[in-house]
């Protein structure tokens, strides 16, 4: 069999061992991708492919097993490095989709002294390689698992590097602003002039704002990758099942006039206008002796303490609100709950959304679905959800956290500033750079990127 011309790999960037992963999803498909990575991978290409190829050209031909017969025709893709996504020798084979063929494939290319990739490891030797940041590797995850349109478009922005770029330039702020301070220390004998403290203290203030308005972005995409976990809870036969119902514009959860009928947790996942909400139906909350029916109602409080939001259904005909009382006794005082008045389509109540003293009451028919309207607008505001946003990313939990230390950082800086306390002044600001270093890991931990990449797929 003929062979092209050897590339040049003199300039390649590899990796002293060559990894494999399948890249496609588990099943039967018309086509199906293994994708390696890393060392010279000549020796990979001639006793696969039964020759060398070009950088940037693809090849059609047999993939070839050990004593030459043909395990699958399909298509090879060489990528010389550091001209490749993870920085590396890349080579992809788009073969039949079939699960055998893939794992005859896959099985080849191990017994050529490659090994299996773990989890996340092509995006890991991406971001090491300098390809990407770390907030760009996340965004890669969070565009395969985007559930909505608006999470897409904000996982993509992410990837482009919106995101990185508004960190780095606040980055950049604070090394400059440290690097002033620091070198205002260096005059300690003398008191910082009028105009240098009137400076760094209006820097400081803008860097506040800065970070101020990069949290609110960074919420929104954290709402966007999470959504919100809502808890209905309630005396049995309220309506908490109808509700979920109604909710989900379909039949999820048993509805009768039999107390207790629901005696396990069931769980939708749906989505207001973008934003990703996953609501969980409970066992009704009352005295029993039934041992099922007091473990669906353990199961009830379990989810609770971990939920945004508790949707207290409290049927409108029968009202008590002493009875309403005691169930809030039994919920945790730091869990918000907002109370829903069900079936105003008997007791004639319009529809109506009430506010009184930092508590909220809705009134609606989970039947009719007639206040559902006000219920969602609802639980928008209570997450402050604004909808699709060109200055909206994906962001992590890690990604809120970091700016808020970079924030309490920045405000115990300005306090120092007003006690003219410079040294510890510098000592902030260098606890908010690294802080938002984390983010695009600038400033990590190997602990942290083992844990990050270990929740992608393979593959990837």
Same mark, same amino acid.
């Given at each position: 069999?003929?062979?092209?011309?050897?590339?040049?790999?003199?300039?390649?960037?590899?990796?002293?061992?060559?990894?494999?992963?399948?890249?496609?999803?588990?099943?039967?498909?018309?086509?199906?991708?293994? +994708?390696?990575?890393? =060392?010279?991978?000549?020796?990979?290409? !001639?006793? /696969?492919?039964?020759? @060398? *190829? %070009?950088? $940037?050209?693809?090849?059609?031909?047999?993939?070839?097993?050990?004593?030459?017969?043909?395990?699958?025709?399909?298509?090879?893709?060489?990528?010389?490095?550091?001209?490749?996504?993870?920085?590396?020798?890349?080579?992809?084979?788009?073969?039949?989709?079939?699960?055998?063929?893939?794992?005859?494939?896959?099985?080849?290319?191990?017994?050529?002294?490659?090994?299996?990739?773990?989890?996340?490891?092509?995006?890991?030797?991406?971001?090491?390689?300098?390809?990407?940041?770390?907030?760009?590797?996340?965004?890669?995850?969070?565009?395969?698992?985007?559930?909505?349109?608006?999470?897409?478009?904000?996982?993509? +922005?992410?990837?482009? =590097?919106?995101?990185?770029?508004?960190? !780095?330039? /606040?980055?950049?702020? @604070? *090394? %400059?602003? $440290?690097?002033?301070?620091?070198?205002?220390?260096?005059?300690?004998?003398?008191?910082?002039?009028?105009?240098?403290?009137?400076?760094?203290?209006?820097?400081?203030?803008?860097?506040?704002?800065?970070?101020?308005?990069?949290?609110?972005?960074?919420?929104?995409?954290?709402?966007?990758?999470?959504?919100?976990?809502?808890?209905?809870?309630?005396?049995?036969?309220?309506?908490?099942?109808?509700?979920?119902?109604?909710?989900?514009?379909?039949?999820?959860?048993?509805?009768?006039?039999?107390?207790?009928?629901?005696?396990?947790?069931?769980?939708?996942?749906?989505?207001?206008?973008?934003?990703?909400?996953?609501?969980?139906?409970?066992?009704?909350?009352?005295?029993?002796?039934?041992?099922?029916?007091?473990?669906? *109602?353990?199961?009830?409080?379990?989810?609770?303490?971990?939920?945004?939001?508790?949707?207290?259904?409290?049927?409108?005909?029968?009202?008590?609100?002493?009875?309403?009382?005691?169930?809030?006794?039994?919920?945790?005082?730091?869990?918000?709950?907002?109370?829903?008045?069900?079936?105003?389509?008997?007791?004639?109540?319009?529809?109506?959304?009430?506010?009184?003293?930092?508590?909220?009451?809705?009134?609606?028919?989970?039947?009719?679905?007639?206040?559902?309207?006000?219920?969602?607008?609802?639980?928008?505001?209570?997450?402050?959800?604004?909808?699709?946003?060109?200055?909206?990313?994906?962001?992590?939990?890690?990604?809120?956290?970091?700016?808020?230390?970079?924030?309490?950082?920045?405000?115990?800086?300005?306090?120092?500033?007003?006690?003219?306390?410079?040294?510890?002044?510098?000592?902030?600001?260098?606890?908010?750079?690294?802080?938002?270093?984390?983010?695009?890991?600038?400033?990590?931990?190997?602990?942290?990127?083992?844990?990050?990449?270990?929740?992608?797929?393979?593959?990837?």
């Amino acid at each position: 069999m003929g062979s092209a011309p050897r590339p040049n790999m003199s300039h390649s960037s590899t990796s002293p061992e060559a990894i494999v992963a399948i890249a496609t999803p588990p099943g039967r498909g018309g086509i199906g991708v293994i +994708r390696l990575s890393g =060392g010279d991978l000549t020796f990979v290409m !001639n006793a /696969l492919l039964g020759r @060398l *190829i %070009e950088p $940037r050209y693809s090849y059609y031909g047999p993939f070839l097993a050990e004593d030459d017969s043909v395990l699958d025709r399909g298509l090879a893709f060489f990528y010389l490095g550091p001209n490749s996504f993870t920085g590396e020798n890349v080579l992809e084979l788009q073969a039949h989709g079939s699960p055998v063929v893939l794992d005859l494939l896959l099985r080849r290319v191990l017994s050529l002294n490659v090994r299996l990739a773990r989890p996340g490891e092509f995006t890991e030797r991406a971001f090491l390689n300098g390809k990407i940041d770390l907030a760009q590797a996340e965004a890669i995850a969070d565009l395969i698992d985007a559930s909505t349109e608006q999470a897409a478009k904000s996982a993509q +922005r992410a990837l482009e =590097g919106a995101f990185s770029r508004e960190v !780095n330039r /606040l980055v950049e702020g @604070l *090394i %400059e602003l $440290r690097l002033f301070v620091e070198a205002s220390i260096d005059f300690t004998d003398e008191d910082i002039d009028f105009l240098e403290e009137a400076r760094i203290s209006e820097q400081l203030e803008l860097l506040r704002q800065d970070l101020a308005l990069i949290q609110s972005s960074a919420r929104q995409g954290t709402l966007l990758r999470e959504g919100m976990k809502i808890v209905i809870v309630g005396r049995p036969n309220a309506g908490k099942s109808s509700l979920l119902n109604s909710m989900a514009k379909k039949d999820i959860a048993i509805v009768s006039d039999i107390p207790g009928t629901t005696r396990d947790t069931v769980r939708e996942h749906i989505h207001i206008e973008g934003m990703p909400i996953h609501i969980i139906d409970t066992a009704g909350l009352r005295d029993t002796q039934d041992p099922i029916e007091l473990e669906g *109602i353990r199961r009830a409080h379990s989810e609770i303490d971990s939920c945004d939001r508790v949707l207290l259904i409290i049927d409108a005909l029968q009202a008590d609100p002493i009875e309403e009382e005691d169930l809030l006794k039994t919920l945790p005082s730091n869990i918000a709950v907002t109370r829903v008045y069900n079936k105003i389509d008997i007791t004639g109540h319009p529809p109506e959304l009430k506010t009184n003293e930092g508590e909220t009451s809705i009134y609606l028919s989970a039947k009719s679905g007639d206040g559902l309207d006000l219920l969602f607008s609802h639980l928008k505001a209570c997450m402050g959800y604004k909808g699709d946003s060109e200055d909206t990313f994906i962001a992590r939990r890690r990604h809120l956290d970091a700016i808020r230390r970079a924030l309490r950082a920045i405000e115990s800086a300005q306090l120092n500033l007003s006690q003219s306390r410079l040294e510890l002044l510098a000592e902030e600001l260098t606890e908010a750079q690294n802080a938002m270093s984390e983010i695009t890991g600038g400033f990590t931990s190997d602990d942290l990127l083992g844990r990050i990449f270990s929740s992608f797929c393979i593959g990837k």
